[in-house]
Nanobody, 128 residues
Framework: QVQLVESGGGLVQAGGSLRLACEVSGRSPDNRHVAWFRQADGKEREFVSSLRWDGGAIYYADSVKGRFTISRDDTKIKVYLEMNSLEPADTAVYHC?????????????????????WGPGTQVTVSS
C-alpha cells in the first residue's frame, strides 16, 4: 500500500509562486510514476506533470511547460511541484498519485486511469 499526503497549497496573486509537496509513505514507488493532477470546479481531472521515481522521463502538460517544475527528494520520499508565473486558470485542487506500473509512454504516464493511489489534494487559488 502507498499513502500520499499533499501540502503547500494556498491563495496567491497572479504571477506568484507556490511549491507543493507530496509525502509518500508505505511502499516505495520504485520504478513506478508519481504524478500531479489537478481538478477545477466543474471540470475533469487534468494531468499536470509526472516523473518516474527511479529516474527517467519527466512529462509536463503543455499548459504548464516552462512554468512548473517537478522534482523528488529520495531521502524524504517526497515529490515537489514548483509552480511559477501562476495564472487564475491554474486554480484547482492538486492531487499527487502513484501509478500501478512502470509506464512505457507519455500517454500512460499522464492518464489518470493508470494511477491507483491518490492523495486527498491541496487547494491552489490564484487571484487576478
Amino acid at each position: 500500500q502507498v499513502q500520499l499526503v499533499e501540502s503547500g497549497g494556498g491563495l496567491v496573486q497572479a504571477g506568484g509562486s507556490l511549491r507543493l509537496a507530496c509525502e509518500v509513505s508505505g511502499r516505495s514507488p520504485d520504478n513506478r510514476h508519481v504524478a500531479w493532477f489537478r481538478q477545477a470546479d466543474g471540470k475533469e481531472r487534468e494531468f499536470v506533470s509526472s516523473l518516474r521515481w527511479d529516474g527517467g522521463a519527466i512529462y509536463y502538460a503543455d499548459s504548464v511547460k516552462g512554468r512548473f517544475t517537478i522534482s523528488r527528494d529520495d531521502t524524504k520520499i517526497k515529490v515537489y511541484l514548483e509552480m511559477n508565473s501562476l495564472e487564475p486558470a491554474d486554480t484547482a485542487v492538486y492531487h499527487c498519485a502513484v501509478s500501478d506500473r512502470d509506464c512505457p509512454s507519455a500517454e500512460c504516464a499522464s492518464s489518470p486511469t493508470e494511477f491507483h493511489y491518490w492523495g486527498p489534494g491541496t487547494q491552489v487559488t490564484v487571484s487576478s
